[in-house]
């Protein structure tokens, strides 16, 4: 073959040929065409065929947190670490929480989290606050729980607790006193504790001093680690007072009258209040379910 042959243009029949052959092609295939897009359209106009909407995302349902006194935390050391359950008990208990039992955990637990915790199917609102306080904890459901308790299982990641939350001076309705009397003058407790309920303390005992005690002050306030701010309010309200603070657990202050008692402050010379700002509702998130 020589290289006019390779050039040669085709002949008139041949173009001929080719252009009939790409008529028959575009009578046959347009309308097919045509007629296929007006059935998928007509099918959409009728709803035959409506397109599947997308799945709604799945959002957690946040809600108010429950109380925490409403409800008991058990806590259980399984780090091997001599005192870790005391430890975040008494974190927990700082918190408002009320603390039921705390012990070792069994010696077949491996827990590598920071802690678990183990709740009843009714009460996963209650294992989610306390899963906020301790940071990477997971929740564990036992379906034969049915106590309203939930246990915390502290494990080997455990670092710590969250930060405690802002602490505001406590008011009046807020603190809780026991009133005792170390003098000999009969019935000075009855009228000191009446005093106190008036300016709106809750008080509970009123008796002489348990501990045998003589106070030649005005008043000794005994109070506990967390109950500082209860004893400085409390303070206010009698000249001269003085301060010890011991190893109770709780906020509950005694005020032990003493010899040189002669009555509280007037209610003008006691310092206001200071404002609180107003506190958000405590939530918790319960897990959204693709049921």
């Not at 252009?19 to 097919?32: A, D, K, N, S, Y």
């Not at 009728?46 to 058990?74: D, E, H, I, M, Y």
């Not at 005005?218 to 500082?228: C, H, Q, S």
């Amino acid at each position: 073959m020589t290289e006019q042959d390779l050039t040669q243009e085709p002949s008139p029949e041949e173009r001929r040929r080719k252009h009939r052959t790409r008529q028959i092609l575009i009578f046959v295939t347009l309308p097919g065409v045509l007629l296929g897009t007006a059935t998928v359209s007509a099918a959409y106009s009728q709803g035959w065929l409506t397109p599947t909407p997308p799945k709604a995302a799945c959002s957690p349902q946040v809600v108010p947190a429950p109380k925490r006194s409403s409800f008991t935390v058990n806590v259980l050391n399984a780090t091997g670490r001599d005192g870790m359950a005391a430890t975040v008990a008494k974190g927990l208990s700082q918190r408002k929480f009320s603390i039921g039992g705390i012990s070792n955990a069994p010696e077949t637990w491996y827990v590598t989290q920071p802690a678990v915790v183990h709740y009843g199917p009714k009460f996963l609102d209650q294992a989610l606050l306390v899963q906020q306080q301790i940071p990477g904890a997971e929740l564990f459901q036992d379906d034969g729980r049915v106590s309203k308790s939930v246990d915390v299982v502290v494990g080997l990641g455990y670092k710590e607790i969250v930060p405690l939350p802002p602490r505001f001076d406590p008011l009046p309705r807020e603190i809780t006193m026991n009133v005792y009397n170390t003098t000999f003058r009969e019935g000075l407790a009855s009228t000191v504790a009446k005093e106190f309920k008036q300016r709106g303390f809750k008080v509970k005992e009123v008796s002489n001093d348990p501990l045998k005690t003589l106070q030649m002050g005005t008043a000794l306030i005994r109070f506990g680690e967390e109950g500082d701010l209860a004893a400085k309010i409390v303070a206010q309200h009698i000249p001269k007072a003085t301060l010890l603070k011991d190893g109770r657990a709780g906020t509950k202050v005694d005020v032990v009258i003493g010899n040189a008692f002669t009555g509280l402050t007037p209610l003008a010379q006691v310092p206001a209040p200071a404002p609180r700002p107003k506190q958000a509702t405590p939530t918790v998130a319960r897990p959204c379910s693709d049921n």
